[in-house]
């Protein structure tokens, strides 16, 4: 078994998380962890995070518990964010070193926080 993994079924794995953004898709925790997956892996991803991985009706708009908690999702060099809390400084920090180093623009709710 693979050091770095721990297997969940036969096909999901966990891996280590990062301290920097390595890839277009994953999860950016408040305490400034990424944590890669497949483009179309964040849900099952959520779901090995320990989170609960169904959509949550919150008024009009479908949202999940890791986005509530505050962690980034990053998919195709796109970072959102839908929660009430503000970005951590470790969040901002690792967002604008990797758009700097990819030349990747940063996300506009991002913007007013660097200036």
């Known amino acids: 078994m693979n050091a770095k993994a721990q297997p969940i079924g036969h096909e999901h794995t966990l891996d280590e998380p990062q301290r920097n953004i390595t890839g277009p898709d994953g999860w950016l925790s408040p305490e400034g962890l990424f944590y890669p997956c497949a483009h179309y892996g964040h849900i099952t991803l959520a779901y090995l ?3 609960d991985p169904r959509p ?3 008024g009009q708009i479908t ?3 890791i986005e509530q908690a505050g962690w980034v999702k990053v998919s195709a060099d796109e970072f959102y964010r ?3 809390l503000d970005p951590t400084q ?3 920090d690792m967002i604008f070193d990797y758009c700097m180093v990819n030349k990747v623009a940063l996300p506009p709710w991002m913007k007013n926080k660097t200036e």
């Open 90 to 92: 470790c969040q901002l």
């Open 49 to 51: 995070l320990g989170f």
């Open 63 to 65: 949202r999940f518990e």
């Open 56 to 58: 949550q009706d919150i």
């Open 82 to 84: 839908w929660s009430t």
